[in-house]
């Protein structure tokens, strides 16, 4: 199982990396992707709408079901990757390299609480 240990994670699958001028990446997990199956759909990003930690920031649509991605800190979305419009596939194939949206964090909002590698290999093996 490949989880990056210099990166966060959610309890729901989501990987966050916090970029040098401190926006943050967001993607979804390898395990996600495995547990979806063939992405097909990747979209609802609103760059420019601002959402609390928790709510639902965009959708990924495999085959077998739809997901939402949510949002890991207070923010706003700055940027959708647009490269998936045409080729949701993308993740499938490299999910830590294929980032889905940034964020610029709200005044205060912070990554301390999220899980980081060892915390999500323990969500993934507790199932």
């Known amino acids: 199982m490949n989880i990056p ?6 309890s729901s699958h989501e990987w966050i990396r916090t970029e040098a001028d401190g926006t943050l990446t ?9 547990m ?12 420019g ?11 990924v649509e495999s085959v077998k079901a739809a997901s939402d991605v949510y949002m890991p800190v ?28 940034k964020v610029k964090p709200a005044a205060g909002a912070s990554t301390a609480g999220l899980l980081d590698a060892a915390g999500y290999q323990a969500v993934v093996s507790a199932g």
């Open 5 to 10: 240990a210099d990166l966060k994670y959610t």
């Open 26 to 34: 967001i993607g979804i997990t390898d395990t996600a992707q495995e």
């Open 36 to 47: 979806l199956g063939d992405l097909v759909f990747v979209g609802d990003a609103k760059v």
């Open 49 to 59: 709408e601002t959402l609390k930690q928790g709510d639902t920031a965009c959708v």
């Open 74 to 101: 207070d923010g706003e979305i700055t940027a959708f990757n647009e490269e998936l419009d045409a080729a949701p596939e993308k993740i499938n194939g490299d999910a830590f390299g294929s980032w889905l949206f």
